[in-house]
C-alpha cells in the first residue's frame, strides 16, 4: 500500500504564503530596501512581476511536485523529497527569474520545466548530502538523472542501482520525464541541447569529486581544472568547480530554446556569459554566507580557499565587473542584468552576512554592481 500522507494546504493558502515570504525578504532590512530603489523604475516592475507572477506560478507547480513526492513509498527517499520541496522553495523561484519577462504562456511553460529540473537538482542534492552510506559511485549514478532530464536522446535507466536503497515510486523518472517533454516541446530545444548537457555534466562530475575526503577532494578539483583550464583561462580552481555548481545557465539556456528564431552567436554568447561568470558568482556567494556554517560541519567551502577574506573580495568583485560586461553584449541584456543583480542583492543582505559580521565585505561586493 502507498504511503497517501498528509493533505496539502489549498493551494491559494501557498501561493499566499509565498508571496509573503518573499516580500518579508525583500524588505526585511534597509540595506535590501535600498538596494531595491536603486534598481529604479524598470527594477521595481520587474520585481513586482516576478513576486505577483512567477512566484504563484513556481508555487504551483512545486505544489503538483510535492504531492507526488508524499505518495513514494520508501519513507527515507520521501523525507529527503519532501524536504527538497519545503526547504528549498526559493531555488524552484530563482531559477525562473527569466520567466518575469516573458508572455503569459511562454512562462508558463517555462516554470513547469524550471521547477521539474531544479527539483531533481535539490532532490539528489538532499540524498547525497544528508543519507548515511550513499558512495560516490552512486553520486555519480544518481546524477544521470539529471543529463537524461536534458537529452532526449538518452535512455533512461535505473539511477538508484548503486543506492540508496529504496523505492521511490518512479518519483524521480517522472521528474526526469516531465523535463523531456517541456524541452521537447520548445521551438530551439535542439539548438541548446549539447550546451545543457555539457553544463549539467560538469555539474555532475563536481558532485563526485566534492565529496571525497578532505584533502583529497581538493587535489581532485585541482587537478579537474587543470584539464579544462584551456577553454576556461583565469580563474584558480575553486571559482572552476563553484562555476560547475550552478543551474542557472541551463535556465538560461531553456529561455532561449523558447525563442522561435535563434542564432548560433546568441546561444554562444550566453553560454560565455553565464558559464563560468554567472554561475561563478552564482555559488561563491551561496558558500559567502556559509562560511561559519561550513567550518563548523567539516564541509568543503571555495570561499574559504581564497588566501585571505580581503583577496576573496578582490576576486569576487572582478568577477562581477568581467560577468556584467559579458551579460551587456546579450540580447535582452536587461533582464540577465536584472537576475545577476537579485542574485546578489539576496544573498549579499542576507541575515547569515551579518551574523557573521561579513558587513563591509558584502558592501565592497555590492559596490562592483554600481
Known amino acids: 500500500m502507498r504511503y497517501k500522507g498528509p493533505k496539502l494546504p489549498r493551494i491559494p493558502a501557498v501561493l499566499k504564503r509565498d508571496v509573503r515570504r518573499t516580500l518579508a525578504i525583500v ?8 538596494r531595491f530603489l536603486a534598481l529604479g523604475p524598470r527594477g521595481w516592475v520587474a520585481t513586482a512581476r516576478f513576486v505577483g507572477s512567477v512566484i504563484p506560478r513556481a508555487g504551483r507547480e512545486l505544489a503538483a511536485i510535492r504531492m507526488r513526492a508524499e505518495r513514494i513509498p520508501d519513507r527515507a527517499l520521501r523525507e529527503q523529497a519532501l524536504a527538497s520541496i519545503d526547504q528549498k522553495a526559493y531555488h524552484v523561484q530563482g531559477g525562473c527569474i527569466l520567466a518575469t519577462f516573458m508572455p503569459r504562456d511562454a512562462a508558463r511553460r517555462y516554470v513547469a520545466i524550471v521547477a521539474s529540473i531544479e527539483t531533481i537538482y535539490d532532490y539528489l542534492d538532499n540524498l547525497c548530502d544528508r543519507l548515511p552510506g550513499v558512495t560516490q559511485q552512486a553520486y555519480a549514478t544518481l546524477h544521470a538523472s539529471l543529463i537524461d532530464a536534458l537529452d532526449d536522446r538518452r535512455e533512461p535507466q535505473d539511477y538508484y542501482r548503486d543506492g540508496p536503497p529504496g523505492d521511490d515510486g518512479g518519483y524521480l523518472r517522472s521528474l526526469v520525464d516531465a523535463s523531456r517533454a517541456g524541452l521537447r516541446a520548445l521551438p530551439n530545444y535542439h539548438a541548446v541541447r549539447d550546451d545543457l548537457v555539457e553544463i549539467a555534466s560538469f555539474y555532475a562530475d563536481l558532485q563526485v569529486l566534492k565529496h571525497g575526503p578532505a584533502g583529497a577532494r581538493e587535489l581532485a578539483c585541482d587537478a579537474w581544472y587543470s584539464l579544462n583550464r584551456e577553454r576556461f583561462p583565469g580563474l584558480s ?22 525563442h522561435v528564431r535563434l542564432g548560433a552567436h546568441e546561444v554562444d554568447a550566453t553560454v560565455k556569459a553565464y558559464f563560468p561568470g554567472v554561475s561563478a558568482i552564482h555559488i561563491l556567494l551561496d558558500y559567502f554566507i556559509d562560511q561559519a556554517e561550513d567550518r563548523e560541519h567539516g564541509e568543503l567551502n571555495f570561499v574559504a580557499c581564497y588566501a585571505s577574506s580581503a583577496e576573496a573580495v578582490v576576486q569576487l568583485r572582478r568577477l562581477v565587473t568581467a560577468t556584467l560586461a559579458r551579460v551587456r553584449t546579450l540580447a535582452g541584456a536587461a533582464q540577465h542584468r536584472f537576475l545577476v543583480e537579485a542574485m546578489c542583492v539576496f544573498y549579499l543582505t542576507h541575515p547569515k552576512v551579518f551574523e557573521q559580521r561579513l558587513d563591509a565585505e558584502s ?6 554592481l554600481g
Request: proline share 6%; glycine share 6%.
Open 27 to 34: 524588505f526585511s532590512r534597509p540595506s535590501r530596501i535600498r
Open 237 to 258: 580552481w575553486w571559482e572552476f568547480a563553484a562555476a560547475c555548481g550552478s543551474s542557472l545557465p541551463v535556465f538560461a539556456l531553456i529561455e532561449l530554446a523558447g
Open 363 to 368: 558592501a565592497a561586493l555590492l559596490s562592483a
